[in-house]
């Protein structure tokens, strides 16, 4: 089993930043993409950045040049940066981590977070 910890979120103005984290552990032979997704009030879950084991990142229009996803492996973490943050950035951020539970068995999993909370409100 594998088990996510997600911290970071939080009530911030609009314009501000914050930095969410979700730290994976338990049966992990290897960790394959790592990513991010939100659902807001009366909306589906949907994909905000996710990031490979080789680096390749996949984001979203609505938050280019203004979030930032990266991953320490040796931590078997993701982050992600959020600036310039707006209204509509409220939401429930979940991560969710593909994972190789053994040597043996080459299939790899999907895992979320419990979500964090992300307000943006003056």
């Known amino acids: 089993q594998v088990q996510l910890v997600e911290s970071g979120g939080g009530r911030v103005q609009p314009g501000g930043s914050l930095r969410l984290s979700c730290a994976a552990s338990g049966s992990i032979f290897s960790i394959n993409t790592m990513g991010w997704y939100r659902q807001a009030p009366g909306k589906e879950r949907e994909l905000v950045a996710q990031i490979t084991r080789d680096g390749n990142i996949n984001d979203v229009d609505s938050v280019k040049g203004r979030f930032t996803i990266s991953r320490d492996d040796a931590k078997n973490t993701v982050y992600l940066q959020m600036n310039s943050l707006k209204p509509e950035d409220t939401a429930v951020y979940y991560c969710?981590?593909?994972?190789?539970?053994?040597?043996?068995?080459?299939?790899?999993?999907?895992?979320w977070g419990q979500g964090t909370q992300v307000t943006v409100s003056s």
């Open positions: 969710n981590v593909g994972v190789r539970n053994s040597w043996f068995d080459n299939r790899s999993f999907g895992y």
